[in-house]
């Protein structure tokens, strides 16, 4: 891989894989006999104990730099939403409806009003959801954050019959692939947007907040078939689409299917950042996919607003890619 | 609250304690229907759906900033297993079993090798439970995050029967409060340590991990009645033991009890720390109490190595403290 801008303004993808590798090396020679298979790694699927029928699903994620947007433009309102609504979309991949959520907010030096703006942003997405805020942690570490700067994470545990966790195997040739818009970066590219743009002047489209894709799936599940999902966090289009495909289809996706919101355009602009860079680093303007077969493709998207049909699923042999845009005509 | 040395150090309990009542203001008016009653705040309970006697038991915690001494001193082996059995020992306090754990890791700078040997010590004190390490995150994040910094906080989901929750009114005048002996500051404490001690020669006491006491309750309830537990963390035995009592008791200890680890006693030299001051800020060698009828506490200290009675519970009325510490003559 090369070390392309993203890399250049400090996150190193290829570091992030080889940790990847080394946290399989270390977890392998034991399992839980309650895990099971992880379809895309989305969300961590785990029985429930004594009901085999029923899997706990359970992702915990951060709200990344796009905090350092919000902590300089002092406006926390909005990142408790971006970071259940990242989660709730997280283990909607496996289906899972949400339960419970808990976060930890850490602090350089603890503002008692900040921190409740904060948790209020992380409740009231959780009742949107019917979701528990179950607990938390606040903890002031002087040191590590400086003042002013703050760290925000958190976990949900949702709930899922196993008979309906996507297949990868009911993925077919032919299949046709649903996008749902994104508004804005959602949580991730932040650390090369901040190089980019001018927080003070992009600020309102640089915090637009993380939606949740909960009801819009629920509506197209009413009237199409799903085989996939998958939520376009970091890496993409490119990198999560095959996260919940099989081995032997590719997404063939046309980028004159779908409008790039300016912000996408910007970015591209400034960083004059390649094809395979903007669609690895932001998600230019889908944040969410759904695999249907191609007779139900007209139901679900008239299901959602701005939902489009953004490519099909083809075959796949050998070392073809496993994702392919094909960019609009400029 | 005056403002001692732990706020001169940097850490502001009142402010803790403000934020605290600023979340509880913020989550009035709407409750998930299958939340269950905190017992204590360690672990939020929530029903089990399908399951009314089984409830799901959660928390979430850090490392705090004892990671700060691990990045100083390089050695990352320890604080997943700090974090883990932290987590453990929350939940143990309303009798849950641990499913699963997942960790989120924050770095400024991305190193493989060391965010190996973190979650490899995660992963093997999940196995050491027959807890399923499920997931989890690792968050690069270069400007909030200096090189060689981290965080590192995670989320259990344990598993308890509802009857086996320990209730407060069982606690009655007469018990014994059995107390396990801690191996240093486990988790807390650590802003004001590294103002007092030196780190490079205190290292190995410093970094002593925070013990699981999952093992030693459940030898304790095998021939004793326990009828309250509480983990000893920030706030210490005075702020903690008190948070599964009914109202209508006290906790009286006696420090002649039990011994002090010498790091405590070089703390409270160095500090100048008065008796509220180090038993809030510390554990001062207690990690875990458990309130036995007293006809049980013999067999019930018999079960473990190092527990003994600290003390017992009083009837409490009015304005009286709920914990009182006598010192031991000195």
Redesign the interface.
């Not at 949702?158 to 508004?183: E, F, M, N, R």
């Not at 249907?292 to 099909?312: H, N, T």
């Given at each position: 891989m090369t070390r392309d801008s993203y890399a250049a303004?400090?996150?190193?993808i290829a570091?992030?894989n080889?940790?990847v590798?080394?946290?399989q090396?270390?977890?392998r020679g034991?399992?839980?006999a309650?895990?099971l298979d992880?379809i895309g790694?989305f969300?961590?699927l785990?029985s429930?104990?004594?009901?085999s029928g029923?899997a706990?699903a359970?992702?915990?994620?951060?709200v990344?730099?796009k905090?350092?947007i919000a902590a300089e433009l002092q406006r926390y309102g909005t990142i408790g939403a971006d970071l259940v609504n990242h989660c709730v979309n997280d283990i909607l991949v496996v289906n899972a409806t949400p339960?419970?959520f808990?976060?930890?907010l850490?602090v350089g030096?603890?503002?008692?009003?900040i921190?409740?703006e904060v948790?209020?942003g992380c409740?009231e997405a959780c009742?949107k959801h019917?979701?528990?805020?179950?607990?938390?942690?606040?903890?002031?570490?002087?040191?590590?954050?400086a003042e002013g700067?703050f760290?925000l994470?958190g976990?949900i545990?949702g709930?899922v019959d196993l008979a309906d966790v996507p297949k990868k195997d009911d993925v077919v040739p032919g299949d046709a692939i649903v996008g749902l818009a994104s508004v804005g970066l959602h949580t991730n590219g932040y650390?090369l947007a901040?190089k980019l743009l001018d927080v003070q002047i992009f600020g309102d489209a640089l915090l637009a907040e993380h939606p949740s894709y909960y009801d819009g799936v629920r509506a197209i599940q009413k009237v199409a078939r799903v085989h996939a999902m998958a939520h376009i966090t970091g890496g993409g289009l490119l990198e999560n689409i095959p996260r919940t495909l099989p081995e032997n289809v590719k997404a063939v996706c046309e980028q004159s299917r779908w409008e790039v919101p300016a912000i996408f355009n910007e970015l591209v602009k400034r960083g004059e950042l390649g094809h395979e860079e903007r669609y690895r680093t932001f998600n230019m303007g889908i944040g969410y996919t759904l695999v249907v077969p191609l007779a139900d493709a007209a139901k679900a998207i008239a299901a959602v607003r701005g939902a489009k049909v953004i490519g099909w699923i083809e075959a796949r042999s050998g070392d073809e890619p496993r994702v392919v845009i094909h960019p609009a005509r400029e």
């Amino acid at each position: 891989m090369t070390r392309d801008s993203y890399a250049a303004a400090g996150v190193d993808i290829a570091a992030g894989n080889e940790a990847v590798t080394r946290y399989q090396d270390v977890m392998r020679g034991w399992r839980h006999a309650g895990q099971l298979d992880q379809i895309g790694g989305f969300g961590g699927l785990f029985s429930l104990p004594g009901d085999s029928g029923r899997a706990l699903a359970a992702s915990t994620d951060g709200v990344g730099t796009k905090l350092l947007i919000a902590a300089e433009l002092q406006r926390y309102g909005t990142i408790g939403a971006d970071l259940v609504n990242h989660c709730v979309n997280d283990i909607l991949v496996v289906n899972a409806t949400p339960l419970f959520f808990l976060d930890y907010l850490a602090v350089g030096k603890l503002e008692p009003e900040i921190a409740a703006e904060v948790v209020r942003g992380c409740f009231e997405a959780c009742k949107k959801h019917n979701c528990a805020l179950l607990g938390g942690e606040t903890a002031e570490m002087p040191g590590l954050y400086a003042e002013g700067h703050f760290d925000l994470a958190g976990t949900i545990v949702g709930l899922v019959d196993l008979a309906d966790v996507p297949k990868k195997d009911d993925v077919v040739p032919g299949d046709a692939i649903v996008g749902l818009a994104s508004v804005g970066l959602h949580t991730n590219g932040y650390t090369l947007a901040r190089k980019l743009l001018d927080v003070q002047i992009f600020g309102d489209a640089l915090l637009a907040e993380h939606p949740s894709y909960y009801d819009g799936v629920r509506a197209i599940q009413k009237v199409a078939r799903v085989h996939a999902m998958a939520h376009i966090t970091g890496g993409g289009l490119l990198e999560n689409i095959p996260r919940t495909l099989p081995e032997n289809v590719k997404a063939v996706c046309e980028q004159s299917r779908w409008e790039v919101p300016a912000i996408f355009n910007e970015l591209v602009k400034r960083g004059e950042l390649g094809h395979e860079e903007r669609y690895r680093t932001f998600n230019m303007g889908i944040g969410y996919t759904l695999v249907v077969p191609l007779a139900d493709a007209a139901k679900a998207i008239a299901a959602v607003r701005g939902a489009k049909v953004i490519g099909w699923i083809e075959a796949r042999s050998g070392d073809e890619p496993r994702v392919v845009i094909h960019p609009a005509r400029e």
